[in-house]
Each structure stands twice: as structure tokens, then as C-alpha cells.
Nanobody, 124 residues
Framework: QVQLVESGGDLVQPGGSLRLSCAASGFTVDGFVIGWFRQAPGKKREGVSCISSHGTTFYADAVKGRFTISRDNARNTVYLQMNNLKPDDTAVYYC??????????????????WGQGTQVAVSS
């Protein structure tokens, strides 16, 4: 059974950092595409970053240079390191799994399994 469990969300001041974790079970993270999405109140869910089975990484323009996605195959976990956080980064962050990379990876439609989400709040 595929399961994704996010953790690491917190309240942080602008300019601060957080590392989110996505622990996977029921499959191996290096055999699939794993993505991070976020959804702010009243807004659509949007793609933040993803990592392909080959280890290639992709980022939304809004987070390029600030966020880094990585994968620990031994722990079967994918991470999202978030630096220089801004109030606009406030959202529930979700990880997701899909079978193959698509150039429209940022569209939630193409993803099959989802975690329950973890809240990130950036505020002074």
C-alpha cells in the first residue's frame, strides 16, 4: 500500500529555514517521481519541486535558488530544504508520487498518490 507522510512544518520568521520530510512506504522513492506541492488558503494547489527517478530536479520559478529537493534512498525519504522563507511561502505542503515525469509536473492532475500535508507558516 502506497503511503506518503510529510513532517517538518512549523512557524518560522521571514528569512528563516525549514526542512520538510516525505517518508514513503509501499514503494521505493528512486523508482518514481516525487513532488512537493503547496496550497495556501483560497488558492489552488501548485507544484513547488519534483525529483525524477533519475535524480533530476525541477523547481517552480517562485522557489528557484531558495528551495532544494533531495532524496535519501536508504531512508526512502524525500526532503525539501527551504531557505530564505517569505510570507508568500505560507501554505500546507504536500508530497506526491507519480509514475513518470511530465513537463506539466506542476499540475496536480498528473499525480497519483498524496500525503496528508504539513503546515508551513512564515510570519514575524
Amino acid at each position: 500500500q502506497v503511503q506518503l507522510v510529510e513532517s517538518g512544518g512549523d512557524l518560522v520568521q521571514p528569512g528563516g529555514s525549514l526542512r520538510l520530510s516525505c517518508a514513503a512506504s509501499g514503494f521505493t522513492v528512486d523508482g518514481f517521481v516525487i513532488g512537493w506541492f503547496r496550497q495556501a488558503p483560497g488558492k489552488k494547489r501548485e507544484g513547488v519541486s519534483c525529483i525524477s527517478s533519475h535524480g533530476t530536479t525541477f523547481y517552480a520559478d517562485a522557489v528557484k535558488g531558495r528551495f532544494t529537493i533531495s532524496r535519501d534512498n536508504a531512508r526512502n525519504t524525500v526532503y525539501l530544504q527551504m531557505n530564505n522563507l517569505k510570507p508568500d511561502d505560507t501554505a500546507v505542503y504536500y508530497c506526491a508520487q507519480t509514475f513518470a515525469y511530465t513537463s506539466r509536473w506542476y499540475d496536480p492532475y498528473y499525480w497519483h498518490y498524496w500525503g496528508q500535508g504539513t503546515q508551513v507558516a512564515v510570519s514575524s
